[in-house]
């Protein structure tokens, strides 16, 4: 998997790189819309990170460029300018995902894994993981072939952790993740704990194994 | 008091005073003036008379004709005199009986030592004066009509004057007191004749335009100084997220960079608040559409029930359908910011959730304010020094309530909260 960071905060632009790197994903750099349209010319990618303001130039610039030569990655586009008509514009120019800084790095995993499975399998998209199995498109999520009836937080908590599975995930990143826009009252994590409860208790009536790990203090991993 | 009123008033009395003072002065020059004319006629009348009598001088009877002519004629007296110093003359003012009027009437006399034929005589003149009372009455008569008609023309002329003269001033009045420095543009200047208002007018406008540039400039800072602080915080968070990945911390040390992410993710939504606010003030939020409300409120209640759950906070609702045009974005921030106030600030208990008759009314109990309610929708008023709280929700929601004209209130009754929205405007 081929990723492109457009980004001209260098000091983002690591922190990216080197979390998406553990990923296993290739990833390359480019910090102005100059070096990007080399790129982006040469190479094919399977997801461009694209931040809007850039240096030299609007980053939909970019994005109009791609669609005219109707490149087929996917893209995620980020900004600072969290604007309605940024937001709108970027989605009519084809572009797959949001993403408004700050974020959390598990977020920008979870959406850059979403967008590549959608590209890339269209249809039958599907995580396997051990014996757990999850039909994307359906929102299926079966152990052992036996379904599993997940509530929607349920499973959104879910595909979050398996996106970062062996990594740990922060409490405040999974809570921002599962209330989207309304992360105001996030002072006390029991909503959270009491979802996270009911998933591992969901997945080991089913027969998982218990691959949800609490890391006092900080989160969860999802691991082996 | 009207400033032409004062200066009205002003002029009023002074005139009064005038008018009043004149009462006298002329009658007294009326009198003098009157006087001198008739002692003026009496002396021409006495010279005149002895000039005649002596071309009478032939006659043998004279003095009995004299004596005859003194009972005929009113308005002279010619009697014999013992004194012997001719040509001393006296003016006096007397009063006689008028037997034309049936009154006492004030007369003119000039007595005059003559010598006629020899003898000694005083020759007596009189003329009849205008009676002092007829002329004080005319004189006053005369003045009353001059106040009369000077005070009632000044206010007459005052009425019209304040109406056309101060136009222009009152028109800039209003546009100031109707002057909104987020709302108004520039102020119009009405051009008038008048040196003073098209003075103040162009004082005025300069003045609205200055202070609307200011605040603008103030907006844009705090919108540029907010989407600055973005990138930073990003990078902050990137960093901190990389740090977790570390194998084998203590526990001691993730529970620092939990706190570190709390403390990131407050200022980041702190920011976006501020944001937010800086753009609902500039208005980008723009586009409307019909809106059903109850359908919304549904939708967003649901989605924080969980989380109220898990706080022991139950949610109840009531909800008719309304339909309002507006934009949608900014409906769905001031039912969330009203909803996760009402949870935050519950300890445990009951959350009601009303929609009726265009208004919605969120109840929830606890306990009684210890800050001043009127200071409820300022922006970094926090009643809980809870963390996570930005101190920015009701702002916004006082915010989106001004843009579209609804109407909000908040009142404490039965233990309960109850903050209400009036769609139609009324609080």
Redesign the interface.
Known sequence: MKILIIEDEKDLQNSMLQFLRQESYICEVASSEEEADEKIMLYDYDCILLDINLPDGSGLNILKKLKEVNKPEGIIIITARDSLDDRVEGLNLGADDYLTKPFHLSELNARVSAVIRRKQFGGSNKIKFHEIAVDLPGKLVTVNDRVVELTRKEYDLLIFLLANKNRVVSKNAIAEHLSGDHAEMLDKFDFLYSHMKNLKRKLAEAGSEDYIKTIYGLGYKFST | MRLLQVSLRSSLLYSLVIVLISIPVSLLSLHKILNDEVDELLAAHTAEFLKHIKTFDYLEDLETDLEVFDQLAYDIDIRPSDDQDTGASRYETISSYDSVAHERRPFRELSSQVIIKGKPYVLTLRMSLVDNDELIYAIGLVQFALIVLLAGGLLLLNRSLSKKLWEPFYKTLSQLKAYQVDKSGTIAVVKTNIIEFNDLNQTVSHLADRNRKVFLHQKEFIENAS??L??P???????L??L??KPG?S?????L??DL??T??RM??LN?NL?LLS?IDNE??TGKEEVEVSKLADD?LS??T??A???NVSITRTLEPLRINANK?LI?ILL??LF?NA??HTPEGNVQVQLHDHTLTVTNHGKPLTMDPGKMFDRFTKESP????TGL?LAIVKRICDTYGYGLSYRYENGCHVFSVGFNGVA
């Open positions: 989407h600055e973005q990138t915080l990003a990078i902050f968070q990137a960093k997220d990389l977790m990945q911390m526990e001691a040390e993730a529970a960079i939990t992410e709390a990131a993710q980041a939504r976006k944001l753009k980008q939020f967003l989605n924080i969980f989380t759950d898990a706080e974005a769905e969330t910011n996760h949870v935050r809870k963390s996570s709280s929700g």
